[in-house]
């Protein structure tokens, strides 16, 4: 298709925007249908991934029953002679007689034949150098299986690794686990009216997401490289066609910033249109952020390729970042679709009407509330920067002072959870 086909196509009226909640569910769903390929990676480059399979155990954990207190393992009634000693890493010689006891550390293997622990804080010694005391009436060890038996399922596919995951799967004995391959992302930054460096002025504005988007995407887990960063690009359709081309050919998704309305110099459309894209998603009906989009794009090779379009002001953009961005990657780790965590509103937040109202608000995690903040025009980044997420408003409603609404976390790091 010519360019001039394509930016006639791109003026076709556009569909209604799509409500809120029902395009984030939409988005989930076609990035589930192209879940990445599951790959094999050691336990030290897994951070932030997620499980392909579930994590089993290959022992029972513990392996083998071991000492929980730095003490005595003895045998029968004391007081007991000492015949030995047990330390952590070592496999013990069994006590075989009543009235013996062997020296045992935290951890180590407990001998057979062992009846009780003694805590070393509460053993004596007698005169001739036996052990004496009162073992304590539980037993002081972890018996094989306490935490977990020998091809135990303990993580579900879909998890999100993290620090806390990866101990646990070496200590069931992996080396490596199976994970999603993560997503590989790009950013192109279009408007020849943006400064890459310096203060604004003379008309002309700093370019905020060119820096700071990439750093969201990473933190949903996505991989980004500087050279995955372009722009600002040119006015023009062709510049736009043909910088969307190069990011598709090595990028699983694509966001662009700025261009996603229809005025004189707004190119992505036609863009799209030029590069054969199926919309998913063409504007949602959320404030801010409405003019957002997803496009989908099927290579030669088969591929799966998508285009998130986020305003070009710089909270909107963020606002299409967590209503578009953070499901579509979800579904493509082959993660369950985000639960919101909800939160109790400290101080009235007007509605948009037929509209979402994502306000953005700080959490007090001890007391439950969300309380918004200052300085969220669209085209501001100082609300945004003491944020932790949004609050959702639904249409048609408002959110008084103390409803339960829905909150949007801002990513914090890959795999982390909320709160």
Do not use: K
């Amino acid at each position: 298709m010519s360019t001039e086909t394509a930016a006639a196509a791109a003026q076709v009226a556009a569909p209604p925007p799509a409500e809120w909640a029902e395009a984030r569910s939409r988005v989930y769903a076609v990035g589930l249908a192209a879940a990445l390929p599951a790959v094999d990676r050691p336990l030290a480059d897994v951070d932030g991934h997620t499980l392909a399979e579930p994590l089993t155990t290959r022992t029972d954990l513990p392996a083998f029953p071991t000492s929980s207190v730095d003490g005595w393992a003895v045998r029968g009634d004391g007081p007991w002679q000492v015949v030995g000693r047990v330390l952590a890493g070592h496999t013990p010689s069994p006590l075989t007689a009543d009235g013996t006891t062997a020296e045992i550390a935290t951890g180590a293997m407990v001998p057979e034949g062992t009846t009780a622990i003694l805590r070393i804080e509460e053993s004596s010694r007698t005169p001739d150098g036996r052990v004496a005391g009162t073992p304590r009436p539980q037993p002081e060890w972890r018996e094989p299986g306490d935490e977990a038996y020998a091809g135990e399922e303990l993580l579900p596919v879909g998890t999100a690794v993290d620090p806390a995951v990866i101990g646990l799967a070496a200590s069931c004995g992996h080396d490596t686990l199976r994970v999603r391959r993560q997503p590989r992302a790009a950013l192109l930054v279009f408007g020849d009216e943006l400064l890459t460096s310096g203060p604004p002025g003379a008309g002309r504005v700093r370019d905020a997401l060119g820096p700071a988007v990439p750093a969201w995407l990473r933190r949903y887990g996505c991989q980004v490289r500087p050279a995955d960063v372009v722009g600002p690009v040119a006015d023009t359709l062709s510049a736009h066609v043909a910088a969307l081309r190069g990011a598709l050919a090595d990028a699983d998704l694509v966001c662009t910033t700025g261009g996603t309305m229809h005025g004189p110099v707004d190119h992505l459309h036609p863009t799209l249109a030029a590069l054969g894209a199926d919309y998913v998603v063409n504007t949602v009906a959320v404030r801010p952020g409405f003019p957002m989009l997803l496009a989908r794009l099927v290579g030669d090779d088969g591929r799966v390729r998508f285009v998130a379009g986020l305003p070009g002001n710089p909270q909107s953009a963020i606002v299409a970042l967590v209503s578009l961005v953070a499901p579509l990657l979800a579904g493509l780790a082959g993660r369950p679709m985000p639960v919101l965590p909800q939160a109790t509103l400290a101080e009235p937040i007007a509605g948009r009407g037929d509209y979402t109202h994502l306000a953005l608000v700080r959490v007090d995690r001890a007391a439950g509330t969300a309380h918004p903040l200052r300085h969220v025009g669209s085209a501001m980044l100082r609300g945004l920067a003491g944020a932790d997420g949004f609050a959702v408003i639904r249409p048609g409603t408002t959110g008084e002072v103390g409803a339960r609404v829905p909150v949007v976390p801002l990513p914090l790091t890959p795999g982390e959870r909320a709160w």
